[in-house]
């Protein structure tokens, strides 16, 4: 059994943190960039550069709007997501928490901070952020996967379970959300739930899990 423990562990099981992307150039207008004819080379090669680099340029023109408005959440906010995306997590953990003190209510705020401390592997802080999304706003699926990611790693493979749980019943074909309560249910060698699990994975389109069990020499074939 212990061989079938070893082997799930070394699945492949990436966390599945919700990081929304939609936003980070929320409000963005044109930008009415003047160039002066006497531009020099070396000021166009560094505009060039920036073109090819949009997080950077985001990075920017966010700093400028906090420089021109300290106290917009927003900028905050987006500025965060962009260091996040440059996997940057304590510059955006230090945006994220800015914005929060300006809009206590940002979910978003909470739950990318979240995904933020669990890459650092903090991930008791992270589940104090996904507590506070969830109280924010208990609907979404998401929260609940990403708080469930957090246990899992904690190996909270009960607590994990419930969340799965809740996020199948607020999304009922939410794949992903069966796959990874499946493996909680066989890391507690609760193998016939698991199987159920895989079953209704593989309905959706995912039969990974499946394919694994029926494979499997340690526990009886799913059916």
């Given amino acids: 059994m212990k061989n079938f423990r070893s082997k799930l562990l070394g699945m492949l099981f990436s966390a599945f943190l919700l990081l929304p992307l939609t936003g980070l150039y929320a409000g963005e207008e044109g930008a009415n960039e003047r160039q002066s004819k006497n531009e020099s080379v070396k000021d166009e090669k560094a505009k060039q550069e920036k073109a090819s680099n949009p997080l950077q340029e985001a990075i920017d023109k966010r700093t400028e709007e906090i420089r021109l408005n300290p106290k917009n959440p927003t900028a905050y906010y987006n500025r965060g997501l962009a260091y996040h995306s440059q996997g940057k997590y304590e510059k955006a953990i230090e945006d994220y928490s800015r914005a929060i ?32 999304a969830i109280l924010l706003y208990p609907g979404a699926a998401e929260f609940y996967m990403n708080r469930a990611a957090a246990r899992f790693n904690l190996q909270q493979y009960k607590k994990a379970i419930e969340d799965y749980t809740q996020a199948v019943d607020l999304k009922p074909n939410h794949v992903a959300a069966y796959i990874y ?29 499946l394919e694994h069990l029926t494979e499997s020499k340690d526990i009886d074939k799913c059916e």
């Fill in 101 to 132: 003190e300006l809009d206590p209510r940002d979910i978003r705020a909470y739950n990318n901070r979240g995904i933020a401390y669990d890459r650092q592997k903090q991930y008791e802080k992270s589940i104090q952020d996904f507590n506070r």
């Fill in 181 to 209: 309560r499946g493996r909680c249910f066989l890391l507690l060698e609760k193998y016939q739930e698991a199987c159920v699990d895989a079953n209704k994975a593989c309905d959706l389109g995912n039969c990974r899990l």
